[in-house]
């Protein structure tokens, strides 16, 4: 009979600021709670030696990766291929390893979509998103594959919000369009869905999106991407209006949800890693 084996599975994280990522308590909790024998590594790496991290996650057989920010795009270059939705939006956070080479795909618009999707079909939806950067554009195309017929893209950026919408408009079958964030934006009546991807509210409670919250109603979807706090103005005032809240934390779980599924071929149980990012974060 063979010996015990000394060797665990690797997966990691390739990021910029990467001491002040949960990710990895909620992963490795995933492989215990699943008595998995592997191991996820959370590195800084900048961005001169991602090429040589890449290239070292080869060497040691890893099964994959994460990429955060700022790698997200230049990750590309160094893979073997692209999922359909990483593909249209050219941005990476999750590379698999599938018979030796590394794909890349994005779990940062199916995490969203599939917290969203526990509430609500985006199918046949109009929807109001706010924000024109990464986030917003994983998001974006998400929702388009799903089946939403309308995006507004919400930002300040004329030229970045155009040109997401114009993506939106060329890869997929949805129509978007861009509209000037102006002050106290007013989300119309024919949105069910309205999407806050930009970073406000993070690790600030009381910030506020500038919208009319008196737009906010019942019926109405309100999402979050922001993860601390989970309770953000947004949430709170979405509630207080009789809206559907969705908070970023489901996100982040699904996030971690898929990229083990992509890994290791398990569903990993959510509650037990939304238990320990909320343990980890103090929330």
């Given at each position: 009979m063979p010996g015990p084996?000394?060797?665990?599975?690797?997966?990691?994280?390739?990021?910029?600021?990467?001491?002040?990522?949960?990710?990895?308590?909620?992963?490795?909790?995933?492989?215990?709670?699943?008595?998995?024998?592997?191991?996820?590594?959370?590195?800084?790496?900048?961005?001169?030696?991602?090429?040589?991290?890449?290239?070292?996650?080869?060497?040691?057989?890893?099964?994959?990766?994460?990429?955060?920010?700022?790698?997200?795009?230049e990750v590309i270059q160094h893979l073997d291929g692209l999922g359909e939705s990483a593909a249209i939006m050219g941005a990476v956070n999750c590379a698999v390893n599938r018979d030796g080479r590394f794909i890349g795909e994005n779990t940062d618009g199916k995490g969203f979509l599939k917290s969203l999707q526990?509430?609500?079909?985006?199918?046949?939806?109009?929807?109001?998103?706010?924000?024109?950067?990464?986030?917003?554009?994983?998001?974006?195309?998400?929702?388009?594959l799903a089946g939403a017929v309308a995006i507004t893209i919400v930002n300040r950026d004329k030229a970045r919000g155009e040109t997401l919408a114009k993506l939106i408009n060329d890869k997929t079958k949805a129509k978007a369009s861009y509209a000037p964030w102006t002050k106290a934006w007013r989300i119309p009546e024919s949105a069910s869905i309205a999407v806050n991807a930009t970073s406000i509210g993070l690790e600030d409670g009381s910030a506020a999106l500038d919208i009319d919250t008196s737009s906010l109603r019942k019926g109405l979807v309100v999402a979050d991407v922001i993860v601390n706090p989970p309770r953000t103005r947004l949430m709170r005032d979405a509630e207080a209006a009789g809206a559907t809240p969705i908070d970023g934390l489901g996100m982040l779980v699904n996030q971690g949800v898929i990229s083990t599924k992509y890994w290791t071929g398990i569903d990993a149980d959510p509650n037990v890693m939304r238990k320990e990012v909320a343990r980890v974060l103090g929330l």
């Open positions: 084996s000394f060797l665990s599975e690797l997966v990691g994280s390739f990021s910029q600021g990467a001491a002040g990522n949960p990710t990895v308590a909620m992963i490795e909790a995933a492989f215990r709670h699943h008595g998995l024998d592997w191991r996820y590594i959370n590195c800084e790496v900048p961005p001169e030696k991602l090429g040589d991290a890449v290239k070292g996650a080869r060497a040691m057989g890893w099964r994959g990766f994460n990429c955060s920010i700022p790698h997200k795009v526990e509430v609500t079909d985006p199918r046949g939806q109009s929807i109001v998103l706010f924000g024109a950067g990464g986030a917003a554009r994983a998001i974006a195309v998400e929702l388009a």
